[in-house]
């Protein structure tokens, strides 16, 4: 058997890079939406459920994008071709983002901002694990957090630079975008698509016949196996989509009859329950009906066979990225309120605490680059498990501070903690996933993985403006608490999971 060559940190280097464009676009996203938003006349009860545009998103597209890419193959390679469309459709969306005219212009905007993203950045993560050997994919996915920190650094601190260093105003009349925003995401477009286009330039993929002898199997090695396994598991399938679409729609039942007392956000949760349900039924139907090597049904197929690795990363995944969706539909409602006192939105004192909020995550995104750097070094003294659980330690803390610190200047050092969370969160599980993954299914299992980021943010969007506002009085600031909260729980999670050795699951394909 054949083995990968390890690659030069040059060439490390270049096939990571298009990632920090892929962050400037994520970060003016996370930094600037809610302000977006506000200013167009959302408040913050509606808040979350505006947000809930992009997990939605990201639960259809990166599963259909991972099966995608996993069968391509032409004259732009594997994965670089979805990099490309991912990179042209999201520069887009960023110039007419800022532009909107009406709150549900911007919100059909995040739609397809995010749809957009997501295209180019799923592929990523399985381009590390076709690209490297296995003791190099944790230095590959550090390098992929040191450009996604160094994107966010600069894309979110970009709205506060305009202002202060070219004099771009950041005051706007009644429902307009201030320049500063404006001129932040033109300046986010540009970036985003050159830097994708410098990957997709400077990296050649390997071919799926390189890739079976690197692996030790037939090009066309696991598929059948994952047919068998999808026509067994069709009368589970029914089973559960029963089970869930039942307890959903009688769940949607119980908040539709109540609406008037419980928080809308909860239709989108049990109708989402629901949904899965459907979901699961209509694999089972297809997998009777001989189907079962449609995409559709192997995407179901694997979502209810994953490795044993990636069910223990995906609880802790779970709770992991519930506290940054708090941060990010919250932080700057937060601040603002809590910190500066005013939620006016045309006041120069509320525009000052939004431009700090960039500050403050341009300050995380700057911890996540040392992060990035310093996680190896921890990996090497200790291992990947308990490094993940030291950071995402500094994280929940970080978080939680928040409510304890009066003055927004020393909210810099709770963000170091939140940065070094961020780091661990987009390099550690997957650096545990890869070497338990085949490479047949690289994509698709990276795709539903991500769920479980998904999910915990359609939670978040779904229950968090009811628990601020039935429980702490409707002060946004308990939001970033509660997920602090979240994020110890994550760390704790951590300890059940194994640092597999071997490629468990191609095993049991071989096996």
Request: hydrophobic content about 55%.
């Amino acid at each position: 058997m054949a083995t990968k060559p390890q690659l030069s940190f040059l060439q490390i280097w270049n096939m990571c890079f298009g990632f920090m464009g892929i962050q400037f676009g994520f970060a003016l996203q996370n930094a600037n939406v809610s302000r977006i938003f506000q200013t167009l006349g959302a408040d913050y009860k509606n808040m979350t459920i505006l947000w809930v545009a992009a997990p939605i998103t990201g639960l259809f597209v990166q599963p259909i994008v991972g099966y995608l890419s996993d069968n391509t193959w032409g004259r732009f390679g594997r994965r670089r071709p979805y990099f490309l469309i991912g990179a042209i459709l999201a520069s887009l969306s960023l110039f007419i983002m800022p532009n909107s005219p009406a709150l549900w212009i911007a919100a059909g905007m995040l739609w397809i901002m995010d749809a957009s993203i997501n295209i180019s950045m799923e592929p990523f993560r399985a381009f590390v694990g076709d690209m490297l050997p296995p003791e190099q994919r944790p230095t590959g996915y550090a390098l992929q957090s040191f450009f996604i920190g160094v994107g966010s650094v600069v894309a979110s601190a970009l709205p506060w630079v305009m202002s202060n260093w070219f004099d771009i105003s950041n005051v706007a009349e009644p429902g307009a975008i201030p320049d500063s925003v404006k001129f932040s995401f033109y300046a986010g477009a540009a970036v985003f698509f050159l830097a994708v286009f410098w990957t997709v330039y400077s990296t050649k993929e390997y071919s799926p016949e390189e890739l079976a002898a690197f692996e030790g199997h037939s090009a066309q090695g696991g598929g059948e196996q994952a047919v068998q396994d999808s026509v067994r598991s069709a009368a589970q399938f029914l089973r559960g989509g029963s089970v869930w679409a039942l307890a959903g729609l009688a769940a949607t039942l119980v908040v539709v009859a109540n609406i008037e007392r419980l928080d809308k956000n909860l239709f989108i949760l049990t109708g989402g329950i629901a949904l899965f349900g459907f979901f699961q039924l209509i694999a089972g139907a297809l997998q009777r009906k001989g189907a079962a090597d449609n995409g559709f049904s192997n995407v179901m197929n694997d979502l209810f066979h994953m490795p044993e690795t990636m069910k223990k990363l995906a609880v802790v995944q779970f709770f992991s990225w519930f506290p940054f969706f708090a941060m990010w539909s919250s932080t700057t409602a937060a601040i603002t309120s809590h910190h500066y006192g005013t939620s006016d939105v045309t006041s120069a004192l509320y525009n000052e605490g939004a431009d700090w909020v960039g500050v403050l995550f341009s300050t995380y995104n700057l911890a996540a680059v040392v992060a990035a750097i310093t996680i190896p070094l921890i990996v090497k003294l200790l291992n990947l498990r308990i490094a993940h659980l030291i950071n995402l330690v500094l994280g929940g803390i970080g978080f939680i501070s928040f409510l304890l610190v009066e003055d927004p200047r020393w909210l810099i050092a709770s963000m170091i903690g939140v940065g070094f969370a961020w780091a661990s969160i987009l390099s550690v599980p997957y650096a545990l996933l890869s070497n338990a993954l085949p490479f047949q299914k690289m994509g698709l299992f990276m795709g539903i993985f991500n769920f479980f980021i998904v999910l915990p943010q359609i939670l978040a969007a779904s229950i968090l403006g009811f628990l601020v506002t039935r429980f702490f009085n409707g002060e946004p600031i308990y939001a970033l608490v509660i997920g602090g909260v979240s994020m110890l729980l994550a760390g704790i999670m951590t300890l059940r999971v194994e640092e597999p050795q071997l490629t468990e699951y191609a095993e049991q394909l071989d096996g």
